[in-house]
């Protein structure tokens, strides 16, 4: 029961992100960049007490420690600005789509031959992420912000890419956030930072909350569950982000985010359930 609950609150964390995020943006409480940043600094300090707690150090001076970062940075500016235009849930979904098929992809591309299963299943995944980016008045994604999205996903799925060789991904995901912080104060220079104790409040609850205590607990249900299981119960994120944004931020669910949401589940679910997949961690 302990591992049910632990996983329920998970999925409602990383859905959570994009609500949160949405509503600071959106609501004019703090600006993108802004936001970001006060993500990772919440992010940064959370994770650092939580491995002060358990004990042990910090891995920063790992040979690909640099690259985690960048890619982190990527993943949170990104995420960030598409949520200027994006509604949440449907944020959720471009983000959860290009992360999946793209690391489907970089299997492959390494070696690992797909079957029937896997390729079916990517291609209606992939069907379902262009219709969800279909510009035009038919599509369901400003066009910007889908792209902007998708860049987050291509940097989130660098950054789980890379984070599969940490022995410890806690204190990997810990130092990352840290080293993250320096990285986006560089690319964020000379820009106008805006911010509003409402804004500062939901970047600390992103970055400390949903997205620190999140991946803590995220890392104590992999140790308990398989590779399959952890890729299909992430499989209710972007529906929970949807069904979320409607109820609490009055977001539309129009009949084009209905099919690309079951065609992007639906066929990456069929994907993953045929054999054993790495979790990414989100």
């Not at 949405?22 to 960049?33: E, N, T």
């Not at 290009?98 to 031959?113: D, K, P």
């Not at 970047?203 to 590779?227: E, F, H, K, N, P």
């Not at 890729?231 to 109820?247: C, E, H, K, R």
Request: contains cysteine.
């Amino acid at each position: 029961m302990r591992l049910v609950l632990a996983t329920v609150l998970t999925m409602i964390a990383f859905a959570s992100n994009s609500l949160l995020t949405r509503l600071a943006i959106d609501g004019d409480h703090i600006d993108a960049s802004g936001f970001a940043l006060v993500r990772v600094v919440a992010g940064a300090l959370v994770l650092g007490m939580i491995i002060s707690v358990r004990g042990g150090g910090l891995p920063l001076l790992r040979r690909n420690r640099i690259p985690g970062a960048l890619s982190l940075a990527v993943y949170l500016v990104g995420f960030s600005l598409a949520y200027l235009t994006l509604d949440a849930g449907l944020g959720a979904l471009i983000l959860f789509g290009v992360v999946q098929i793209t690391m489907f992809s970089h299997g492959a591309w390494r070696g690992a031959v797909p079957g029937g299963r896997q390729l079916g299943g990517s291609a209606v995944a992939f069907l379902g992420l262009v219709i969800a980016l279909w510009p035009g008045p038919g599509g369901a994604a400003d066009p910007v912000g889908a792209m902007l999205m998708v860049l987050a996903g291509l940097g989130w799925a660098a950054y789980s890419i890379q984070g599969r060789s940490a022995q410890d991904p806690l204190a990997a995901t810990s130092a990352n956030f840290l080293l993250c912080v320096p990285i986006l104060l560089i690319l964020l220079a000379g820009t106008s930072l805006r911010f509003s104790a409402t804004g500062i409040a939901l970047g600390i609850l992103c970055g400390g909350l949903t997205s620190a205590l999140g991946y803590a607990l995220w890392y104590w249900v992999l140790a308990r569950i398989d590779g399959a299981t952890a890729a299909i119960v992430q499989l209710s994120v972007p529906v929970i982000a949807i069904l979320a944004g409607a109820a609490l931020l009055g977001e539309a669910i129009g009949p084009i985010v209905i099919l690309a949401t079951v065609l992007v589940v639906g066929g990456i679910g069929w994907a993953v359930s045929a054999q054993g997949a790495p979790a990414d961690r989100r």
